[in-house]
């Protein structure tokens, strides 16, 4: 298998920005009101924003390349580049596209709203990062093939909305605590409050990772053996792989980690191997970007 390195980029690109975005919703819903009363609200919003912010600013920079990668490969060498750029816009691929182009500028505005302290800036946030999730479904393998597309994309956004409420909302802790020892250096964490909260979040998020996970294998492979005998296969097993080392480590740090929070070393720990778990996370979303370039038996 010949790995384009341009497309697996601008897929991993893409990733990490919805994933950010996701994971700062995630955690300004479910995380982050814990803290309220531990800390001023508008300090909070502001650093559980900032993630979400982050990726935002990156949503424009990986559509513009994601555009690129789709024109490179719809180009006709015999035909003017603004004739493939009107066909290409013109196609399904350039209406889903026109509809992550503006779901990416509502969502920009409303994480600049967000670390205001507004709820509208939140609410606008989620409506526009459920748009981004459903933008790799339409695009990609859930939408092409002999698959049920009124299952499988709504599947495979779901997928995408459960990573980025687990590894973005991970992002989120680790930036809330790293904001947090900046500004106070006392030594003091708010990882005894933030952790219950945001592993609440990710066995839901694993949960439904696991379930639209199977469904995707299921109608992708068709037979066992495509595990190890095709390229996708072969992908797919080495996601697979990953993400049970991630899991495995997630297991680890509430288990062992999570009732010594509320000493210094605990929460040092914490951080260490959650930073670990994110790291991994990220290698995630490169091979899943990989993945999703690959095509599937029967493509």
Known sequence: MTIDA??????????????LICGSVAARAAVAPGSHGLVEDVWLERQTAAPGLAGAVLMPLALAAVFFRQLREFRDPFAPWSEDVSL???????????????????????????RRGRALGWWLAGGAATVLAVFPGLTGHASGGDVPTWLTVPADALHVLAAGAWMGGLAT????????????????????????????????SVVILVLTGTLA???????????WRTDYGRTLSLKLVLVAVVLALG?????????????????????????????????????????????????
């Open 6 to 19: 341009l497309a697996a980029a601008t897929g991993w690109l893409l990733f990490m920005a919805v994933v």
């Open 88 to 114: 290409l816009l013109s196609s399904s691929w350039g209406t889903a596209f026109k509809l992550a182009v503006a779901a990416a500028a509502v969502a920009l505005a409303a994480m600049v709203v967000a």
């Open 173 to 204: 802790v680790l930036w809330i605590e790293s904001a947090w020892r900046c500004r106070e250096r006392d030594g003091s964490s708010l990882l005894p409050t933030l952790v219950p909260a945001f592993s609440r979040l990710a066995q839901l």
């Open 217 to 227: 294998t299921w109608f992708h492979l068709p037979a066992l053996t495509d595990l």
């Open 251 to 299: 297991g680890i740090n509430w288990k062992r980690l999570s009732p010594r929070l509320a000493e210094a070393e605990g929460s040092r720990a914490m951080r260490r191997a959650a930073t670990l778990e994110l790291v991994l996370g990220t290698l995630v979303l490169l091979v899943t970007a990989i993945l999703v370039r690959t095509s599937p038996t029967g493509h």
